[in-house]
């Protein structure tokens, strides 16, 4: 039994890892701009896709499996290159919509998810693509449960991306005019802060980060799709309002609270039914907890509260 | 006198016409997702038969056409087609589907336009209507999840299985009937779970399995789900002896899984290798000046369901319709490279063949039977 559950445990982070890695870019951009961006869930497969692609350039170029410096390097040029993905869609498809209604972006970004699954269904391919492992595959046996160094990766990598997300927001000055952007944007304006800038740097970090969980999730399943980021992006948008959408830290508490609460609910349930349910019903967990949330505690863990005093400082004049 | 010889003339050129019109057979399979390898080297074989019918002079002179389309393993696309096929008078026959979940709703469609269907879809389901215009020249599930079964208890003297499946069409028919097999053969069935198809994380289930620590391992499903399932399988510990049906037998199922995850897993697969016999190294040779490729797994069923509908267009005379073509197929005493072909009164193969494979460096190895 405790083999078991330890392995539960040891599946839950890894995946919980990568819901927080996107659930970040969610909640940075609903922070700032009061928009669901949609769109997110498209980057974190199109990362998963360029990371396919440099993958095997590399490998036609030097003719073997990946070093630990290219693999390195192929991580930076897909986090740049989807965070200037994400900075053109948001001049071109959310700027121009700043002034509108808050639904207007919205369906924009619902319009761009559409265009960019089916660009990459239609000129990539309609099939599952083949991912190179990048990780050396050791198992190590931890208390009955076997954990891949895949997996360990998986958590320390997102972990330390994370603690690197939040000393940028809170310790530097571009993090202190995200913040700063983030709680009014009019008064920042009136302080003289250009919010373009920290609000394309969000949409520069947030698929950026995004695209890294693409590569992961790609590395650890060994596949990548052009409908893979559907149902992972959903998910993750549900962590990050477990952990109270706008707030950065509760994002990254979601992540692994909804991994936990999918893969334990997932895996124990056919044991509490003798087989009368499955783990194919784990997705009725994710979206349960959305709906739970959302009745008893929209905030979710850090999110604000809405309550009179404060509507009053942060309402948008 | 213009006018008498223009209409004179027109009238020569209809009436020469409908002796030369081409025969068209439609056909529709999977040929972009997953499974597009299967579907695009099915519908090759099936154009060498043609191709060869028509440098034969065709049926009465008359010049064989195959009309390829992709249904994409879809239900919805396949009804589509069916319907489409089925309102084109110049489509005389159709070899479709490919994949069972498609063929059990076209061939709805087509038996109400009377339309000549010959299947390579191995679910039970497919000719439970017993439909007079379906034949299937494959062997169907009862076979394909029989016979794992028999090998697992009698040559792996398995005593416990666990089985997952993809909850679709195909995936549960033929893990119910290795169910059904393995335990009227003595055998205990440790546990028998479902997955989603598009699912790519199977840890809930294989941790499970785990606890189970059971002989043999049975997945019923298509790629890439058989693919990801070995290879999360494999990587978790589990050292039982895995089958899987007919949609693993891709080189896919060792990339995805990895060679070394994927050696002596055994797939069950209705044709025996290329060199098993002259008609089949003949037919590779062929098949590889015509497209410059390996035959897939499918071209020789692809080529075998063209030639037995070639053959009832042969049988049926002067006129080659759609109700001609059914009783020609009904009639079908063929000889096939796979072995005999004839049809019983539900349209099922007589003598079905299957053969179980298992994987062996970068490829499959025919495992049993022995002696095809």
């Excluded at chain 2, 299967?38 to 519908?43: E, L, V």
């Excluded at chain 2, 369901?305 to 063929?334: C, P, Q, S, W, Y």
Aim: include cysteine; aromatic fraction near 10%; glycine fraction near 12%.
């Amino acid at each position: 039994m405790t083999g078991f559950l330890v392995q539960q445990l040891v599946n839950a982070l890894t995946i919980g890892a990568i819901y927080a890695l996107i659930a970040l870019g969610y909640t940075m951009v609903y922070g700032v701009l009061r928009l669901i961006n949609f769109a997110h869930s498209e980057m974190f497969m199109v990362g998963g896709h360029v990371g396919f692609f440099l993958l095997a350039a590399a490998a036609s170029l030097t003719g073997g499996p990946a070093s630990v410096l290219v693999v390195f390097a192929i991580f930076v040029a897909t986090f740049i290159a989807v965070g200037l993905l994400g900075v053109g869609i948001e001049a071109t498809a959310y700027r121009p919509l700043r002034g509108a209604s808050r639904l207007a972006p919205m369906l924009s970004a619902l319009g761009v998810a559409i265009i960019l699954q089916n660009v990459v269904m239609l000129f990539v391919s309609r099939r599952p693509l083949p991912f190179p492992a990048f990780m050396l595959s050791m198992s190590f046996d931890v208390f009955g449960a076997v954990v891949t160094l895949n997996q360990i990766f998986i958590v320390l990598f997102a972990i330390a991306l994370m603690v690197g997300l939040g000393w940028f927001v809170n310790a530097t000055t571009l993090g202190i005019k995200i913040r700063a952007v983030s709680e009014n944007m009019r008064t920042a304006q009136l302080l003289g802060i250009n919010v373009n800038t920290p609000i394309s740097l969000i949409f520069f970090i947030g698929p950026g980060l995004g695209a890294l969980a693409g590569i992961l999730y790609a590395g650890y399943y060994g596949i990548v799709v052009f409908s893979m980021g559907f149902i992972v992006g959903l998910k993750a948008f549900i962590a990050a309002i477990l952990g109270g959408i706008g707030s950065i830290p509760g994002a990254m508490l979601g992540g692994f609270a909804l991994g936990i609460l999918e893969t334990f609910g997932g895996g124990l349930l056919p044991r509490l039914t003798h087989g009368a349910i499955g783990s194919e019903y784990r997705d009725i967990f994710a979206f349960s907890v959305l709906v739970l949330v959302l009745i008893f505690r929209p905030a979710g863990f850090f999110g604000e509260s809405v309550t009179e005093e404060g509507m009053v400082y942060k309402r948008d004049f | 006198m213009r006018i008498a010889l223009t209409i004179a003339a027109l009238a020569g050129i209809t009436a020469a016409a409908p002796a030369l019109a081409d025969i068209k057979i439609g056909t529709a399979g999977p040929l972009s997702n997953a499974e597009a390898l299967f579907g695009n080297t099915w519908q090759n074989g099936m154009q060498l038969a043609i191709n060869e019918a028509n440098a034969a002079g065709g049926i009465n002179g008359q010049k064989l056409v195959l009309v390829r389309q992709d249904d994409q393993g879809d239900p919805k696309q396949g009804t589509l087609l069916a319907q489409k096929f089925c309102d084109d008078d110049s489509i005389v026959a159709v070899i479709a589907d490919f994949n069972s979940g498609v063929t059990i709703p076209s061939s709805d469609v087509y038996n109400r336009c009377g339309m000549p269907q010959v299947t390579n879809s191995s679910n039970p389901k497919v000719t439970a209507a017993g439909y007079q215009n379906l034949f299937r020249p494959i062997a169907n599930d009862f076979m394909q999840g029989g016979a794992p079964a028999e090998y697992a208890l009698e040559t792996l003297h398995a005593k416990t299985a666990a089985i997952v499946h993809d909850k679709q069409a195909f995936g549960e028919g033929v893990a119910t009937v290795f169910r059904s097999d393995f335990e009227k053969g003595g055998g205990k069935v440790t546990s028998y779970s479902g997955v989603a198809a598009t699912d790519v994380d199977f840890s809930a289930v294989i941790t499970q399995i785990k606890t189970e620590n059971p002989d043999v391992v049975y997945y019923g499903g298509t790629m890439p789900g058989v693919g990801l399932f070995l290879k999360q399988l494999r990587e978790l510990g589990i050292k039982s002896r895995f089958f899987a049906a007919d949609p693993a037998f891709l080189p896919d199922l060792i990339t995805t899984a990895g060679p070394a995850n994927a050696a002596g897993a055994m797939v069950s697969f209705q044709a025996p290798p290329y060199d098993s016999n002259p008609k089949l190294v003949k037919f590779r040779q062929d098949y590889k000046k015509a497209f410059n490729e390996e035959p897939g797994p499918y071209s020789a069923y692809g080529y075998n369901e063209a030639a037995i509908i070639i053959e009832a267009m042969k049988k049926a005379g002067a006129k080659v319709t759609r109700e001609n073509i059914v009783k020609g197929l009904r009639d079908t005493k063929f000889d096939g490279m796979m072995g005999p072909v004839e049809f019983d009164a539900k349209g099922e193969l007589k003598q079905p063949s299957l053969y179980l494979y298992k994987v062996d460096g970068n490829g499959f190895v025919l495992e049993w039977p022995k002696s095809s």
